[in-house]
């Protein structure tokens, strides 16, 4: 059983061609008249380094964002390459992957030496013939306000994409070579007004949904904790858990969230990390999980055994799946989640994870606007003699300046107005 085949960027004008054309019936009826929004001054910076050699690292709140980086693609009238992590390749039978390919996506397996994906990202950065997208949190975290923590991997390749055009033009015996550039981007999602009454009918269907009768007059804020309560009441019950008199919230949340990773964690023979943080623990049982699943080739003739073996692998990965998406919804919500910075859209994120609890799916739409912003441009160029001196601390001081301009761009995106950049 050989490695799964990895899936290259494909050039096709034509079916990138069509996708591009297609991008306004997919914000207009698919994601409900989603407007994206970009600073004139920050559109000027990138067609300024037009031609250049660029990383674009993107946060990734939302299933829409590789939409949104591809309007940003449009507006700049300039393809990019992307990263995607294997499985969507397969996604509508193999067609998701088709398209994906041909709008310049390539494959990664996450947590894996995939030599191929990561042989591909250092050549696309050598050569710069198109810029490079890739989300550095790593997945989606549905977190609007804030970030989790960054993947470092994709840094550390760009220096040595660095590295190796440095080392070229010393061969040549030239003085100089080209600087690979990189650009935090930030991505936001702002509802508009009268959100009041899309909220009430989302909190209704889920009181329905949950046998919950509120009180007369129950204030929002309360209402929502009562369907968060019975949620994890649920969680609980399908745990068999017994839950302390003196336990919080928080602390109920924690226990169910520690609960489902032993399980996951002991089926796949993962020690617990010291110390066992949340997010590391997620991250080593998808990418233990990615690594097993993507060994098998589905392209290849396979034997009767073979295909059994396989067909029960995904049988009991795709729970395992649903369970990760399921912790990586309520990665960040805990007791007074809302009131820490409430706003109607973190209102609406915590509905819309809650329907995804309860429903299989977010269904609360209400007219939005994606604000983009673009951090400072940095020259790896500039960094590299650092890099040489000592490469991990290279990485981990652009890795911290890069979560801090971030954190800076989602925190003023809440009082900008930036001019419209798609109508």
Not at 30 to 47: E, T
Not at 197 to 207: A, D, P, S, V
């Amino acid at each position: 059983m050989g490695n799964t085949a990895f899936r290259p960027p494909i050039s096709n004008p034509l079916v990138s061609g069509w996708v591009s054309a297609m991008l306004p019936f997919l914000r207009k009826f698919v994601f409900r008249d989603l407007k994206i929004r970009l600073d004139p001054d920050d559109l000027l910076r990138l067609k300024e380094k037009q031609g250049e050699r660029m990383l674009l690292l993107p946060n990734h709140p939302g299933e829409e964002d590789p939409l949104i980086m591809f309007a940003l693609s449009k507006a700049l009238k300039e393809p990019f390459y992307y990263v995607a992590a294997r499985e969507v390749f397969d996604f509508w039978k193999g067609f998701h992957g088709y398209l994906l390919q041909r709008c310049g996506t390539y494959s990664v397996i996450r947590g894996a030496s995939d030599r191929e994906s990561f042989k591909t990202t250092r050549m696309i950065l050598k050569e710069g013939l198109r810029r490079l997208v890739v989300f550095i949190e790593g997945e989606v975290s549905y977190d609007n306000d804030g970030l989790i923590p960054l993947q470092q991997g994709v840094l550390q390749l760009a220096f040595l994409a660095q590295s190796d055009l440095a080392k070229a033009a010393e061969k040549s015996k030239s003085d100089d070579f080209p600087a690979i550039h990189v650009a935090p981007v930030v991505i936001k999602y702002l509802y508009e007004p009268g959100i009041e009454n899309t909220l009430e009918k989302g909190i209704i269907r889920l009181e329905k949904a949950l046998d919950i009768d509120p009180e007369k007059d129950s204030r929002f804020y309360d209402r929502l904790h009562q369907v968060g309560e019975r949620i994890i009441e649920i969680r609980e019950e399908y745990f068999d858990m017994d839950v302390l008199p003196e336990s919080t919230l928080d602390d109920r949340i924690i226990a169910i969230k520690n609960k489902s990773l032993s399980k996951m964690e002991s089926f796949l023979g993962l020690s617990l990390p010291d110390p066992p943080e949340l997010i590391p623990r997620i991250r080593a049982i998808r990418n233990k999980m990615d690594r097993i699943i993507h060994q098998y080739d589905p392209q290849k003739d396979v034997s009767a055994y073979e295909s059994r073996v396989i067909q029960s692998i995904n049988t009991v990965f795709s729970g395992f799946y649903d369970e990760m998406d399921r912790l990586v919804n309520f990665l960040t919500f805990k007791e007074g989640y809302l009131l820490e910075r409430e706003s109607p859209e973190r209102y609406m994120e915590l509905i819309r994870r809650l329907e995804k609890e309860v429903f299989g799916e977010r269904r609360l739409i209400h007219p939005r606007t994606a604000v983009v912003k673009v951090g400072e441009i940095t020259s790896l160029k500039e960094h590299y003699d650092n890099f040489v001196e000592d490469k991990k601390n290279a990485v981990d001081s652009l890795c911290i300046a890069l979560e801090t301009d971030m954190l800076l761009m989602l925190k003023a995106a809440r009082r900008e107005k930036p001019v419209i950049l798609s109508k």
